[in-house]
């Protein structure tokens, strides 16, 4: 087993029964130009996550994690499975569906709503396509993991408060045993980040544990792999 100092206490795990997520790195939330920027939100703060997170990333592949899972979040062309609820909300200057300057907004298959090249899964890492916030609505996500024998998540990405938490209280309904990285997740509002962190792991850790990356690293990486992983891109 693996120890990782976290809060509320430390988080253990097997790294051969653990899944990195990496929640929706997508260009239509993170890029300039893309739907969260039309929403008027600063993508910079979405940005900041990406160093700490290609070095995760690089650290999980370089010990092979039991899985490592991407996930976007989009729809079908037709917006079949996007429902009024979700498609009318609020008042963005565009709509999902409508032609953005990275293409449709998060309709599966177009530029905007791919992963960004930062982040880009490699070959024989899983890519779960989600129509909702969280990653098992509507998805093959959770028997991924059940054929694995995950029985753990390290979750980061985007955004904290909305997909990253509902992806977390969807596993923790399920049995699984999260770890949340605070500086690989990310949100438009510092306030709700804050918040959204000490949610997960308020009364002892009712939906989990948080962590930084670093300390996550410094109890994967051998003394070998140091070097290599403080030169990862940032």
């Known amino acids: 087993m693996t120890t990782v100092p976290a809060d509320p206490y430390p988080f253990e795990f097997a790294p051969a029964t653990t899944a990195l997520v990496i929640i929706d790195m997508q260009r239509d939330f993170v890029e300039l130009g893309g739907f969260g920027e039309t929403l008027g939100n600063d993508v910079s703060l979405l940005q900041s996550v990406v160093p700490p ?27 079949s499975d996007c429902p009024p609820a979700k498609l009318t909300r609020g008042e963005p200057s565009l709509r999902i569906g409508d032609p953005g300057p990275k293409g449709r907004i998060l309709i599966r298959g177009e530029y905007g709503h791919d992963i960004i090249d930062d982040l880009a899964p490699a070959p024989g890492e899983l890519v779960i396509d989600k ?54 997740t990310g949100s438009y509002f510092p306030e709700f980040q804050k918040a959204g962190l000490a949610m ?4 002892g850790g009712i939906f989990g544990w948080v962590a930084p990356s670093t300390a996550l690293i410094t109890a994967l990486a051998p003394t070998s792999m140091a070097p290599a992983l403080e030169g990862t891109p940032s």
Do not use: W
């Open 200 to 203: 997960i792991a308020a009364q």
């Open 53 to 79: 997170l290609q070095k995760v990333l690089a650290t999980a592949r370089a010990i092979g994690m039991g899985a490592i899972v991407h996930t976007r979040e989009g729809h079908v062309p037709d917006l």
């Open 131 to 184: 129509p909702g916030k969280g990653s098992f609505h509507g998805t093959t996500f959770g028997a991924e993991l059940q054929a694995r024998g995950i029985t753990s998540l390290i979750v980061t990405g985007v955004t904290t408060e909305v997909c990253v938490h509902t992806t977390v209280r969807e596993a923790n309904d399920r049995g699984y045993e999260c770890l949340v990285l605070s500086d690989c």
